[in-house]
């Protein structure tokens, strides 16, 4: 029988949260094409181009995050904040749904609260090791809480989570690229041993740092890299390659939209520890070193990262002390086939496939459950 079923999902900020969105959202229509199926985001940030992109609707609200280091300025956060709470009442009255997802993110907070509030069934999708504040405030009405790593109970109730790894977008593992074809289409030479560089969906300073310095070990290295230095750090990159003068082992980006190509080329990866990448990796089986971002809420990458160190599925450095080590360590594991092989064998071990299809049956179960007692 055919369902039409209405569901919120809320959240965004970046890549992080969005590509899980979507692919949940993706694979709620799969089960049930006649779903409706709306976003509600943030004003100004990633989501408001990316999910609509992706084919869906979204809904930006006026929310923001708070300033640790400026107490005044939150005065302002607060009163934004409220007033997303009544838009996000507004828009839950309209549409009506059966049930609200949260991915985490600016917008997740007010939406899944009134959704809450309002006798929606929720469930958050939690991408980290460790839980954030607002999830973990959002969790006491939650009917489900799907995780990705083991030990979650510390933060939530254990009986409302579901170990079920983080959504990876559809097409990155269904796409079959052969390394040559992959390294060809980044302008590089297959012959040659490939690093690729990410600093997750919006670039890392300290890896750009790194890169930076280390032109001349990248031009004697006999390796070749792929570089993504994020939107905002690409013209000082740019600059920098120009000024150094050639540098055909080196393909710079602001951003890397074939994925799927990138990883394919990839001998070893150099990355920040986001709960994205890291369940690519896995799903993917890449040898990874993994340099965790210092500036994110509770030092979070480095525990995603310290799950995957401590079982030898990755190698880590420490941001503080990467302009020191990386590229040597990069460099030197790249012609390390033994090493190469443990970290893909070790990694492989902690992948948990078809997230996406798993949580997707979890939210229409509860929408499912509401919708038969609220409109029959
Ligand atoms: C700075 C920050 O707040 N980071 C958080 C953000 O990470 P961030 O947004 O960096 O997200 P993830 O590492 O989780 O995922 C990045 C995603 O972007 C994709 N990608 C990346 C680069 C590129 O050029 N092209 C591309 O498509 C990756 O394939 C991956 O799917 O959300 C994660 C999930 O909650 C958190 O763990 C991170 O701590």
Same mark, same amino acid.
């Given at each position: 029988?055919?369902?039409?079923?209405?569901?919120?999902?809320?959240?965004?900020?970046?890549?992080?949260?969005?590509?899980?969105?979507?692919?949940?959202?993706?694979?709620?229509?799969?089960?049930?094409?006649?779903?409706?199926?709306?976003? #509600?985001?943030?004003?100004?940030?990633?989501?408001? $181009?990316?999910?609509?992109?992706?084919?869906?609707?979204?809904?930006?609200?006026?929310?923001?995050?708070?300033?640790?280091?400026?107490?005044?300025?939150?005065?302002?956060?607060?009163?934004?904040?409220?007033?997303?709470?009544?838009?996000?009442?507004?828009?839950?009255?309209?549409?009506?749904?059966?049930?609200?997802?949260?991915?985490?993110?600016?917008?997740?907070?007010?939406?899944?609260?009134?959704?809450?509030?309002?006798?929606?069934?929720?469930?958050? $999708?939690?991408?980290?090791?460790?839980?954030?504040?607002?999830?973990?405030?959002?969790?006491?009405?939650?009917?489900?809480?799907?995780?990705?790593?083991?030990?979650?109970?510390?933060?939530?109730?254990?009986?409302?989570?579901?170990?079920?790894?983080?959504?990876?977008?559809?097409?990155?593992?269904?796409?079959?690229?052969?390394?040559?074809?992959?390294?060809?289409?980044?302008?590089?030479?297959?012959?040659?041993?490939?690093?690729?560089?990410?600093?997750?969906?919006?670039?890392?300073?300290?890896?750009?740092?790194?890169?930076?310095?280390?032109?001349?070990?990248?031009?004697?290295?006999?390796?070749?890299?792929?570089?993504?230095?994020?939107?905002?750090?690409?013209?000082? *990159?740019?600059?920098?390659?120009?000024?150094?003068?050639?540098?055909?082992?080196?393909?710079?980006?602001?951003?890397?939209?074939?994925?799927?190509?990138?990883?394919?080329?990839?001998?070893?990866?150099?990355?920040?520890?986001?709960?994205?990448?890291?369940?690519?990796?896995?799903?993917?089986?890449?040898?990874?070193?993994?340099?965790?971002?210092?500036?994110?809420?509770?030092?979070?990458?480095?525990?995603?990262?310290?799950?995957?160190?401590?079982?030898?599925?990755?190698?880590? #450095?420490?941001?503080?002390?990467?302009? $020191?080590?990386?590229?040597?360590?990069?460099?030197?594991?790249?012609?390390?086939?033994?090493?190469?092989?443990?970290?893909?064998?070790?990694?492989?071990?902690?992948?948990?496939?078809?997230?996406?299809? #798993?949580?997707?049956?979890?939210?229409?179960?509860? *929408?499912?459950?509401?919708?038969?007692?609220?409109?029959?």
């Amino acid at each position: 029988m055919e369902e039409k079923l209405r569901i919120i999902v809320s959240g965004g900020g970046t890549g992080g949260h969005i590509f899980p969105a979507v692919s949940i959202a993706n694979a709620i229509k799969e089960l049930y094409p006649d779903t409706e199926i709306l976003f #509600i985001g943030a004003e100004g940030r990633m989501e408001m $181009q990316r999910v609509p992109a992706a084919g869906y609707k979204i809904i930006g609200l006026p929310v923001a995050g708070f300033d640790r280091k400026h107490l005044l300025k939150n005065i302002s956060v607060l009163i934004k904040l409220f007033r997303s709470q009544l838009m996000a009442r507004k828009i839950i009255k309209d549409f009506k749904p059966h049930a609200a997802v949260g991915v985490g993110g600016y917008a997740s907070g007010p939406t899944l609260k009134m959704a809450g509030m309002m006798g929606i069934p929720t469930l958050i $999708q939690e991408q980290n090791s460790y839980a954030g504040v607002t999830n973990k405030l959002l969790a006491q009405k939650a009917e489900k809480i799907c995780v990705a790593y083991e030990g979650m109970e510390r933060f939530f109730d254990k009986d409302k989570i579901i170990l079920t790894g983080n959504p990876v977008r559809q097409g990155l593992l269904s796409k079959n690229i052969s390394r040559e074809e992959a390294i060809r289409s980044f302008g590089l030479d297959p012959k040659k041993k490939t690093i690729l560089i990410v600093g997750g969906s919006l670039g890392a300073r300290t890896i750009n740092n790194c890169m930076m310095q280390g032109f001349d070990k990248i031009k004697e290295s006999g390796v070749q890299f792929i570089w993504q230095t994020g939107k905002i750090y690409i013209n000082e *990159a740019q600059q920098a390659v120009k000024a150094y003068g050639e540098l055909p082992m080196l393909h710079v980006t602001d951003f890397i939209s074939d994925m799927a190509a990138a990883y394919s080329a990839a001998d070893v990866v150099i990355s920040r520890a986001g709960a994205g990448s890291i369940s690519e990796f896995c799903l993917l089986g890449k040898p990874v070193i993994l340099v965790p971002s210092p500036n994110v809420a509770e030092d979070h990458q480095t525990k995603n990262a310290l799950a995957l160190v401590n079982k030898n599925a990755a190698l880590y #450095i420490k941001d503080s002390e990467a302009t $020191q080590k990386l590229l040597d360590t990069a460099i030197e594991t790249v012609h390390k086939p033994d090493l190469l092989k443990e970290l893909r064998n070790n990694i492989t071990k902690l992948a948990i496939k078809d997230s996406a299809t #798993i949580i997707a049956k979890e939210v229409c179960k509860l *929408a499912l459950k509401y919708k038969e007692n609220h409109e029959h």
